[in-house]
């Protein structure tokens, strides 16, 4: 074996940035946590520039690779998912969660409605290229909404804004659904002649969210019991090992999906089914702690790919007018469905404002752009694609760059220590050790 030898062998260059991604993942939240700075936005910028090198030749456009760009994004969403779950601390009803219901039920269908208008009068796309961009554009993204969620569970760090958004963003997931589904059966009524509107509402609306529902808690309440309640030689909790987690995510999801309903809404439900079988056990802290490791690292790889993407040309297809309509999807669009989704809300001025505002788009509207395209023909791909891209990059760029500030302003006008450090669970100080 040569002492050295240029160029070096690609596998052992894929190593070595595999340990530096791991390193970056653990280390970049700490070094920018009090900066106007993201994770996101670095990991955006470091893809960029690795893409440029003329040594990378890899293109990683989504539509070059519709079938992967599909399950990548799936499997971020459905980890983001569980985490989002898991450390939600307040107990599910109907009055707590009214921030929710209002944000799902009148802010999301406004925002697809709204980009859908936007879509078809100002960007002149057809009625099903314009639905499916409302559909992908309207849901918060748990995935890249992380800066403004709640803190791990049992942290106390749950006030409205962050309750809403953490719960909004698990819950529209898959509630958006139905409308990309929409889109795909008009594409096809409009190919063969067919109805669709009793077959879409039966299956996309009440059968799937219906069973995705009932599929989630089922599974939750199963692995509820395997963790906490069976005998205590032998239940979960006592293995200490986080990856239950993963376990719980990938057979909700799985399970669902065999019977045709919607897995996102199942994990999610799963996820706040297994915190409500035993709220107060630290195991959620495990499972929470490493669900959130795998989600950072899976965002990452998402995100540097999309930097290559695009310096390898994902935005040239863009007009002028899609330049407008991506800064009013963000600007107008979101501030104002969620400001009337709000209206009556009894919260301050500045915790709607916040809520209305932090819409931020991201993963999940790239699942669901591929998914709708690898299962409908439009003409046009490329620049949905590079609509899409453009508004996930200023979301990444306004929010992550405003969310530090504007998040411990909000802390102070509220009294909460901005700076204050959240003990892991049974951490008791100094004195403890002593």
């Not at 985490?83 to 209002?102: H, M, N, P, Q, Y």
């Not at 859908?116 to 009068?121: I, K, Q």
């Not at 509820?224 to 990938?250: M, Y």
């Amino acid at each position: 074996m040569p002492a050295f030898s240029w160029p070096p062998d690609p596998y052992i260059l894929i190593l070595t940035g595999a340990g530096l991604l791991i390193a970056l993942v653990a280390w970049l939240p700490l070094a920018i946590r009090r900066l106007p700075l993201s994770l996101p936005i670095l990991c955006i910028g470091i893809g960029a520039a690795v893409f440029s090198l003329p040594q990378v030749p890899l293109s990683p456009l989504p539509y070059e690779w519709p079938a992967l760009t599909e399950r990548v994004t799936e499997f971020v969403v459905i980890v983001a998912l569980m985490g989002a779950g898991l450390k939600l601390d307040r107990i599910f009803s109907w009055r707590r969660w009214e921030v929710t219901w209002r944000l799902l039920a009148i802010t999301m269908p406004l925002g697809i409605a709204a980009i859908t208008a936007l879509g078809t009068y100002l960007l002149g796309l057809p009625l099903l290229a314009a639905l499916l961009l409302g559909a992908c554009l309207a849901p918060t993204d748990p995935v890249l909404a992380a800066d403004v969620q709640v803190g791990p569970p049992k942290s106390g760090a749950e006030d409205e804004v962050r309750f809403g958004l953490t719960s909004e963003a698990g819950f529209n997931d898959g509630l958006a659904f139905p409308f990309v589904n929409l889109a795909i059966a008009l594409g096809a009524a409009a190919a063969t002649g067919e109805a669709w509107a009793g077959k879409w509402f039966t299956q996309s609306v009440l059968w799937e969210i219906g069973a995705g529902v009932v599929g989630g808690w089922l599974v939750g309440r199963l692995f509820g019991w395997l963790t906490f309640q069976v005998p205590a030689e032998t239940k979960l909790a006592k293995t200490g090992d986080g990856l239950i987690a993963i376990s719980a995510t990938l057979v909700s999801y799985g399970l669902t999906e065999i019977v045709n309903c919607y897995g996102f809404l199942a994990v999610f439900v799963t996820a706040l089914t297994l915190r409500a079988a035993h709220r107060d056990h630290d195991f959620h802290f495990e499972m929470h702690n490493l669900t959130e490791q795998i989600e950072r690292l899976a965002m990452m790889v998402v995100l540097l790919l999309f930097g290559g993407a695009i310096v390898s040309g994902l935005f040239a297809s863009l007009q002028a007018v899609d330049m407008v309509a991506a800064v009013l999807i963000l600007l107008l669009v979101r501030p104002l469905t969620g400001l009337l989704g709000l209206a009556g809300f009894p919260a301050d001025r500045s915790e709607k404002l916040t809520l209305a505002f932090f819409g931020i788009r991201g993963i999940g509207s790239f699942y669901y752009l591929a998914y709708g395209l690898n299962h409908m023909t439009i003409a046009g791909a490329e620049r949905l694609w590079a609509i899409v891209g453009l508004v996930v990059l200023l979301s990444v760029l306004l929010h992550g760059l405003t969310v530090t500030p504007i998040m411990r302003r909000l802390d102070r006008q509220h009294g909460r220590d901005p700076d204050g450090e959240t003990p892991p669970p049974g951490f008791q100080g100094p004195a403890a050790e002593a």
